[in-house]
C-alpha cells in the first residue's frame, strides 16, 4: 500500500512401441498362461503453450488509472478504486465493455482505496481492504451506482489479490501495515471469511489467478517498508484450495512483483510487472509443473494494470510504468496466437 492523499471523485500423447518374446514354436499348455511381453515406453513430450499477441487495444479510459480492484460480470468489467494522476487514491468506479472499447464513469466506493483486491461476490462487485492513508480492513460493495460498507477483513489487509473459483472467493496475499499476511481466505457473501490455507512465502503485490481448483501466486515482494524495491521474490506458489496445501513449485526468470496473472485456453500468463531495475514487457505461460514459458510481449513496459478476462481474450487496463505517479490510460489485448 503507498500512503496517498485520498480524492473521491493439449493433451499428452504417448507413443508406444511394443515387441514380442519367445520363439515361433513355443508349445501351449492347459493353464492358460499367457504369453510374456515387455513394451518400450517413450516418454511424453508435453506440448508447448500458445504463444500470445499482444496489441494496443486502441481505446483508453477516461482518465489514468493503475492498481484497481476488478471485478467481471460477463462481457461487462469493473474498475473500483486505484490510483488517479500524482498518486492520488479515488474512489471512482469505472465501468468497461472492452470488447466495445467503451468506458464510463459508473459510481463511487464509499471509501477512497488503492492495492486493494476486486471479485464478483454473489454477482456484485465487491472490493477488499486496499488502502490510502493507512491499510484498512473494509468490504465495500458496489450497487445501484453507490458503494457501501458490507463487512470486514479478520485484520487489515493490502497490497493482495484475488482468485474466483465455483462463486467462492479467496483472499490472497497482502500486509496489514506492519506485517505480511499468508494466510488465504476463502468467503460466499462477502461477511463471512474461513482461512483455507497459508502461502508458504507470505507476499504483497502478487500476480494471481486460478486454473480448476488450484490458485496460482506468481512472485511478489516480502520487504514491508514503504517502496520495498529489491525485495521481489521469483516464486511460483501454487494452492491446493481443497486440501489447503501451499508448496513452491519453480521460479520465474526474474525476481518481481506488481505483474499480471490471467488464463486463456486454460493456461497460465504472466505479464509485465516490476524488478529492481524496471517494469517489464515480458510475457510467459506456467506450466501445471512450474516450467516457465516465454511467449511473447507486450507493446511497451507495464505493471499495476488491472486485467480482466472476456471471452478469448485477456485485457490488460491502465497501470503504471515509472511509478505510481504516471498512471496509464492506454489498454493491452492479449491473445493466443
Known amino acids: 500500500m503507498r500512503t496517498s492523499i485520498i480524492v473521491f471523485v493439449a493433451a499428452l500423447v504417448p507413443v508406444l512401441g511394443a515387441c514380442s518374446s519367445g520363439g515361433g514354436n513355443q508349445a501351449s499348455t492347459s493353464s492358460g498362461a499367457a504369453q510374456s511381453s515387455s513394451t518400450t515406453t517413450t516418454p511424453a513430450q508435453p506440448a508447448r503453450p500458445a504463444m500470445v499477441r499482444a496489441t494496443d487495444a486502441g481505446w483508453r479510459l477516461p482518465a489514468p488509472l493503475s492498481r484497481p480492484a476488478v471485478s467481471v460480470d460477463g462481457d461487462r468489467v469493473f474498475l473500483l478504486g486505484g490510483l488517479a494522476p500524482g498518486d492520488v ?187 529492481a531495475a524496471g517494469p517489464l514487457t515480458d510475457v510467459v505461460a506456467v506450466s501445471p509443473d512450474g516450467t516457465v514459458t516465454a511467449v511473447g510481449n507486450l507493446p511497451g513496459p507495464r505493471a499495476d494494470a488491472g486485467v480482466a478476462v472476456v471471452g478469448n481474450t485477456a485485457w490488460l487496463i491502465g497501470g503504471e510504468t515509472t511509478g505510481p505517479a504516471n498512471a496509464l490510460a492506454s489498454v493491452v489485448a492479449l491473445s493466443q496466437a
Open 89 to 275: 487514491s479515488t474512489a471512482r468506479v469505472v465501468s468497461v465493455d472492452p470488447t466495445a472499447g467503451h468506458s464510463a464513469l459508473a459510481g463511487t466506493l464509499a471509501l477512497a482505496v488503492h492495492d486493494a483486491a476486486g471479485a464478483a461476490v454473489g454477482g456484485v462487485p465487491t472490493v477488499f481492504g486496499g488502502g490510502s492513508a493507512r491499510t484498512i480492513d473494509a468490504v465495500q460493495s458496489f450497487q445501484n451506482d453507490t458503494g457501501r460498507i458490507t463487512g470486514h477483513l479478520p485484520r487489515p489487509r493490502s497490497d493482495l489479490a484475488s482468485a474466483t473459483i465455483d462463486g467462492t472467493a479467496y483472499v490472497v496475499g497482502g500486509f496489514d501495515g506492519a506485517a505480511l499476511t499468508p494466510d488465504v481466505l476463502a468467503t460466499t457473501d462477502g461477511t463471512g471469511f474461513r482461512t483455507v490455507g497459508r502461502l508458504e512465502q507470505g507476499v504483497r503485490y502478487p500476480a494471481v489467478a486460478a486454473v480448476g481448483h488450484t490458485i496460482w501466486v506468481l512472485g511478489g515482494q516480502t520487504g514491508t517498508a514503504e517502496g520495498a524495491t529489491g525485495t521481489e521474490v521469483d516464486l511460483i506458489q501454487r494452492l491446493d484450495t481443497g486440501s489447503g496445501t501451499a508448496t513452491v513449485v519453480g521460479h520465474l526468470p526474474h525476481r518481481l512483483a506488481h505483474a499480471m496473472a490471467f488464463v486463456l485456453g486454460g493456461q497460465l500468463y504472466l505479464a509485465g510487472g516490476r524488478t
